[in-house]
């Protein structure tokens, strides 16, 4: 199984994709640990794009992340399930405000090493505005068009336990 989990940031896409893989025992890559190093250096475009392509490559795991200029449309074409996690933004921006209380100077699990939580103006502004542009949301939407039967869209806490209630 093929499973990819995307949508807003902090709208609990790492948690939900570390579920699956741990409840589905399926390999998991988180793609904010792709695109970033040590102290939110970007990794090299080459050696992230060798890394996503050998993990697509297997017969079966879980992605967690956006990341279009990774092999993103090789992901939504071979993935088996896509979940679309579409909170609102202050859904969003709330999760964020309590998981940068829970790591706050560490990095959390699903981070690359040495990038310690972090709140900014910038972050804040990407999750209340520029992470909401009218194409990314155009492009939500055309995954659902053009993936149909496969994708899940998640727009509320209700609709995510729900799911996390089907997992386990």
């Given amino acids: 199984m093929k499973v990819l989990v995307m949508g807003y940031s902090g709208s609990g896409k790492s948690t939900l994709a570390r579920t699956i893989a741990l409840d589905r025992q399926l390999p998991l890559l988180h793609m904010d640990q792709v695109n970033f190093v040590d102290n939110w250096h970007e990794r090299d475009n080459v050696e992230s794009e060798t890394l996503v392509k050998s993990f697509i490559s297997q017969e079966n795991w879980v992605i967690d992340g956006n990341y279009r200029k990774f092999f993103y449309e090789e992901r939504l074409e071979k993935a088996d399930k896509i979940y679309l996690l579409l909170f ?35 972050f804040l502004l990407w999750i209340l505005y520029y992470g909401r542009t009218k194409d990314k949301r155009a492009s939500y939407q055309s995954i659902k068009q053009t993936y149909g039967e496969k994708v899940v869209m998640i727009r509320n806490q209700r609709e995510l336990d729900n799911i996390y209630q089907t997992i386990s």
Avoid: I
């Fill in 88 to 122: 609102s933004r202050w859904n969003c921006l709330w999760r964020v405000l309590k998981r940068t209380k829970q790591y706050f100077g560490r990095s959390r699990p699903d981070m690359a090493d040495n990038c310690p939580e972090k709140l900014d103006w910038e």
